[in-house]
């Protein structure tokens, strides 16, 4: 019973420098979510898949990009890091969102932890 | 636009005592509420969700939530602390229909022994 699972589960850049961030899901889902947790802010989400082949913005997506590799695997990448991104980032899945879904809880991974230095 | 108020940084509570976590949330229509909570190097964990015509709502690990319509709260409630029980506190909301959750800034519950 994997869930989610993120990896890698920590790493430090350097400022510039890129990186993906691989996400796995085991439950069948079809949406699949990148958060990133900030101290005092919650977590605040930056890019959604709601199904296979679909991808689009949430509140912070500025200097990351994602994809939708199969149903299973959802990867969030930066592109030119910044010490602006340091920050943990979550993947989650769920069922796809639709208002027969609505009250379904996401499922969390447990996280990458990235310093950009 | 949707929202989620958790008033609280931190709860201190004594082990044995009651606790209540608050949250404070506003949608446009029907809410979808979530409570998680998150312990150190760990993702969050689904503790229980908002069933619609159940005020008192019961979930994982011997917590409940108080749903109040017209006071838009959703507070986490535990009838006897445990040490245990420390950790961060997430509230979270969907609209119907919504694609994605929105969190509030989170609540550190620290219980005492």
């Known amino acids: 019973n994997a869930g989610v699972t993120q990896t890698p589960k920590f790493q430090v850049l350097k400022t510039g420098q890129s990186m993906t961030l691989q996400c796995a899901q085991d439950?069948?889902?079809?949406?699949m979510y990148w958060y990133r947790q900030d101290p005092g802010m919650g977590l605040r989400l930056i890019y959604y898949?709601?199904?296979?082949?679909?991808?689009d913005k949430g509140e912070v997506p500025n200097g990351y990009n994602v994809s939708r590799l199969n149903k299973r695997e959802f990867s969030l990448r930066l592109e030119s890091a910044a010490p602006s991104q340091t920050s943990v980032y979550f993947c989650?899945?769920?069922?796809?969102?639709?208002?027969?879904?609505?009250?379904?809880?996401?499922?969390f991974g447990d996280g990458t932890r990235l310093s950009i230095l | 636009a949707q929202s989620v108020a958790q008033p609280e940084d931190q709860v201190n509570v004594a082990e044995g005592n009651p606790l209540t976590v608050k949250c404070t949330y506003s949608?446009?229509?029907?809410?979808?509420l979530f409570w998680y909570v998150q312990y150190p190097n760990r993702g969050l964990q689904f503790l229980l969700k908002?069933?619609?015509?159940?005020?008192l709502v019961k979930g994982s690990y011997g917590f409940e939530a108080e749903f109040n319509k017209s006071q838009t709260s959703f507070h986490l409630k535990k009838p006897s602390a445990l040490v245990s029980d420390s950790a961060l506190y997430f509230c979270?909301?969907?609209?119907?229909?919504?694609?994605?959750?929105?969190f509030g800034k989170g609540t550190t519950l620290s219980v005492s022994s």
């Open positions: 989650a899945s769920g069922f796809e969102p639709s208002k027969d879904y609505s009250n379904q809880p996401q499922h």
């Open positions: 439950m069948n889902h079809n949406s």
């Open positions: 898949s709601a199904s296979e082949g679909t991808t």
């Open positions: 949608v446009s229509g029907n809410p979808y």
């Open positions: 908002y069933i619609t015509g159940d005020n």
């Open positions: 979270a909301v969907r609209d119907y229909g919504g694609t994605a959750l929105i």
